[in-house]
């Protein structure tokens, strides 16, 4: 009975500080902000968003087409913006579906259930997927950027195809826009050139791009084969921005390595043959207030049980890993580190149940696929040696203290799974940001939850009292996963309300306007710049 009483005093006091913290911060940003930001400022100028994967796709099932929303950090950010602005957003159409439902230009009204924008599909061959998205992008400059030691391949067609798309997607946007005033967005290291083609034909568009993953340093940057045409290209855009300080120098430093460029540290900006870039960082978060809202919603609370007794999870704590199954992630080291805790601590073995969530993602490459089987292989190794249940003779199958999920979950279904993780590890070989890390803070209402993050994410550098864990080091890793599991109650959610007021406080409403703002004020101040060094090349 007083048992019962403590944990009704609990819950009471722990609802008491959520209230507190929604009800006393400062006032969060709002979808409403945003938009009345962009009538205030943007006014007839269009919003154009650009990239190369597409927010919805539409599939054929069983019960005829439909459509998913696919996962993905930009997809997940963006979204939520052009939903708050309209405007276009234009993005390879790659759903099987897609051609059905769109009409000849390729448009089609998003989100689908209730449309805010204009989502125009472009259609790109299997070969132009293959040079461009597969090849450049993904072969080459993916693991150019990411320090996890994955050479990098280089080929002139690829190049050649990545050149050739870029160029058709500067076109779709030019088609769209007409001759009205507008702002580009561009998105990520699929489209770095995209800006020249638009500004050669419309040197009035406002014109960022926006590079969601690291920007190595300058020294692994002079390994790529084409980086001056690659580095002219990123300099028609008005400005370019990074997550993190230290991306946005490595690229300067890129710069004036490689071109005849007058880098301007003090205004961190470039000027080149008469044109200043300006350079910035803005570190992305998430829909905080939205995330955290729906993972207080009954339906996911009933979910969470629901998931529960599925499972078999009744009295257990649960541990949470969500990704694109990318070598990046760190997904084989954060299954080793476990393996390590059940060896040195086996005192977790039968009380912790692990899940991870990995949707299968750039299956077409060799190390994505590599990824996956490591998984797949870890996790059978560590329900042998540490069932959470062995098998009884006539009583029951073997229980895992693994469970691999490798599909892609609505992100609504994904909701219940973050309420109910008492630990979730976060553990990038290298990271521009991570979302998954900032979601997770931002759906554990009741504050009962441990982040484990890797140093050599974005994230790591604002939600500094998460605890750290570098996947390179197994040992250190099993450590923190049990001295986060054992932390006092107390100093946990002491912890998390930390962590999610500097999610609350800074989300994907602020970045964006930060995002829009800063173009403006910078474009407006940039003066027209003397072409005095005439660029030899
Ligand atoms: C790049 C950069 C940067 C995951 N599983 C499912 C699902 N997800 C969603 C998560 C999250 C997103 O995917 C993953 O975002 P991350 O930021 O963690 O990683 P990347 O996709 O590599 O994103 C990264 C980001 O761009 C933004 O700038 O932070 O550094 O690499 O939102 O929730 N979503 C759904 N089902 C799943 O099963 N719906």
Same mark, same amino acid.
């Given at each position: 009975?007083?048992?019962?009483?403590?944990?009704?005093?609990?819950?009471?006091?722990?609802?008491?500080?959520?209230?507190?913290?929604?009800?006393?911060?400062?006032?969060?940003?709002?979808?409403?902000?945003?938009?009345?930001?962009?009538?205030?400022?943007?006014?007839?100028?269009?919003?154009?968003?650009?990239?190369?994967?597409?927010?919805?796709?539409?599939?054929?099932?069983?019960?005829?087409?439909?459509?998913?929303?696919?996962?993905?950090?930009?997809?997940?950010?963006?979204?939520?913006?052009?939903?708050?602005?309209?405007?276009?957003?234009?993005?390879?159409?790659?759903?099987?579906?897609?051609?059905?439902?769109?009409?000849?230009?390729?448009?089609?009204?998003?989100?689908?259930?209730?449309?805010?924008?204009?989502?125009?599909?472009?259609?790109?061959?299997?070969?132009?997927?293959?040079?461009?998205?597969?090849?450049?992008?993904?072969?080459?400059?993916?693991?150019?950027?990411?320090?996890?030691?994955?050479?990098?391949?280089?080929?002139?067609?690829?190049?050649?195809?990545?050149?050739?798309?870029?160029?058709?997607?500067?076109?779709?946007?030019?088609?769209?826009?007409?001759?009205?005033?507008?702002?580009?967005?561009?998105?990520?290291?699929?489209?770095?050139?995209?800006?020249?083609?638009?500004?050669?034909?419309?040197?009035?568009?406002?014109?960022?791009?926006?590079?969601?993953?690291?920007?190595?340093?300058?020294?692994?940057?002079?390994?790529?084969?084409?980086?001056?045409?690659?580095?002219?290209?990123?300099?028609?855009?008005?400005?370019?921005?990074?997550?993190?300080?230290?991306?946005?120098?490595?690229?300067?430093?890129?710069?004036?390595?490689?071109?005849?460029?007058?880098?301007?540290?003090?205004?961190?900006?470039?000027?080149?043959?008469?044109?200043?870039?300006?350079?910035?960082?803005?570190?992305?978060?998430?829909?905080?207030?939205?995330?955290?809202?729906?993972?207080?919603?009954?339906?996911?609370?009933?979910?969470?049980?629901?998931?529960?007794?599925?499972?078999?999870?009744?009295?257990?704590?649960?541990?949470?890993?969500?990704?694109?199954?990318?070598?990046?992630? @760190?997904?084989?080291?954060?299954?080793?580190?476990?393996?390590?805790?059940?060896?040195?601590?086996?005192?977790?073995? @039968?009380?912790?149940?692990?899940?991870?969530?990995?949707?299968?993602?750039?299956?077409?490459?060799?190390?994505?696929?590599?990824?996956?089987?490591?998984?797949?292989?870890?996790?059978?190794?560590?329900?042998?040696?540490?069932?959470?249940?062995?098998?009884?003779?006539?009583? @029951?199958?073997?229980?895992?203290?693994?469970?691999?999920?490798?599909?892609?979950?609505?992100?609504?279904?994904?909701?219940?799974?973050?309420?109910?993780?008492?630990?979730?590890?976060?553990?990038?070989?290298?990271?521009?940001?991570?979302?998954?890390?900032?979601?997770?803070?931002?759906?554990?209402?009741?504050?009962? @939850?441990?982040?484990?993050?890797?140093?050599?994410?974005?994230?790591?550098?604002?939600?500094?009292?998460?605890?750290?864990?570098?996947?390179?080091?197994?040992?250190?890793?099993?450590?923190?996963?049990?001295?986060?599991?054992?932390?006092?109650?107390?100093?946990?959610?002491?912890?998390?309300?930390?962590?999610?007021?500097?999610?609350?406080?800074?989300?994907?409403?602020?970045?964006?306007?930060?995002?829009?703002?800063?173009?403006?004020?910078?474009?407006?101040?940039?003066?027209?710049?003397?072409?005095?060094?005439?660029?030899?090349?």
């Amino acid at each position: 009975m007083e048992d019962f009483a403590q944990r009704v005093r609990g819950a009471v006091s722990r609802a008491a500080l959520r209230q507190e913290q929604l009800a006393s911060g400062p006032r969060r940003t709002t979808q409403e902000d945003l938009s009345a930001w962009a009538r205030a400022n943007l006014r007839h100028r269009k919003l154009v968003v650009v990239s190369n994967r597409e927010p919805y796709s539409h599939v054929r099932g069983d019960d005829g087409v439909r459509w998913i929303r696919n996962a993905g950090g930009l997809i997940v950010a963006l979204d939520s913006v052009a939903q708050a602005i309209g405007g276009v957003w234009i993005a390879h159409g790659s759903g099987k579906a897609d051609r059905s439902v769109s009409d000849a230009a390729g448009r089609i009204p998003c989100p689908p259930d209730r449309p805010t924008y204009t989502l125009k599909r472009l259609w790109l061959s299997r070969q132009d997927q293959e040079l461009y998205c597969s090849g450049l992008s993904n072969g080459a400059l993916w693991p150019l950027c990411h320090i996890a030691y994955v050479r990098p391949r280089f080929h002139i067609d690829e190049w050649e195809g990545y050149r050739d798309v870029n160029r058709r997607f500067a076109e779709a946007v030019l088609e769209e826009i007409g001759e009205g005033p507008a702002f580009v967005f561009i998105q990520d290291y699929h489209l770095a050139l995209v800006a020249r083609f638009l500004k050669e034909k419309r040197p009035d568009l406002e014109v960022a791009l926006f590079w969601h993953i690291p920007w190595p340093n300058a020294e692994v940057f002079r390994i790529f084969p084409w980086k001056r045409e690659m580095l002219e290209g990123m300099l028609a855009n008005d400005l370019v921005g990074f997550h993190i300080r230290d991306h946005a120098h490595n690229f300067l430093d890129a710069v004036a390595t490689e071109l005849e460029a007058k880098v301007d540290r003090e205004r961190i900006a470039i000027e080149r043959g008469g044109k200043r870039t300006w350079v910035r960082h803005f570190a992305i978060s998430v829909n905080a207030t939205g995330i955290a809202a729906m993972a207080e919603s009954s339906p996911a609370r009933d979910a969470e049980h629901r998931l529960r007794e599925r499972l078999g999870l009744k009295g257990l704590k649960v541990g949470l890993g969500v990704d694109r199954m990318d070598y990046t992630k @760190g997904i084989p080291e954060r299954l080793d580190a476990l393996e390590r805790m059940f060896e040195k601590y086996p005192e977790w073995v @039968g009380r912790i149940c692990f899940i991870q969530i990995g949707v299968p993602s750039r299956i077409e490459l060799k190390e994505y696929r590599e990824v996956l089987t490591q998984t797949r292989t870890r996790t059978d190794r560590i329900n042998h040696r540490f069932p959470r249940r062995p098998p009884i003779e006539g009583a @029951g199958d073997m229980q895992p203290s693994v469970i691999l999920i490798d599909e892609n979950l609505d992100f609504r279904e994904l909701v219940p799974y973050y309420r109910m993780a008492d630990l979730c590890a976060v553990t990038s070989l290298h990271d521009g940001m991570n979302l998954v890390a900032k979601e997770y803070v931002a759906a554990t209402p009741d504050l009962d @939850g441990a982040l484990v993050l890797s140093p050599f994410t974005g994230a790591a550098r604002e939600l500094e009292r998460a605890w750290l864990a570098s996947p390179y080091d197994r040992e250190s890793m099993a450590d923190v996963y049990h001295a986060a599991l054992s932390e006092p109650l107390e100093a946990r959610r002491d912890r998390m309300a930390a962590l999610r007021e500097t999610v609350l406080r800074h989300n994907i409403f602020d970045w964006a306007i930060e995002v829009f703002d800063t173009v403006q004020r910078l474009t407006l101040q940039t003066p027209q710049v003397e072409a005095t060094e005439v660029p030899r090349d």
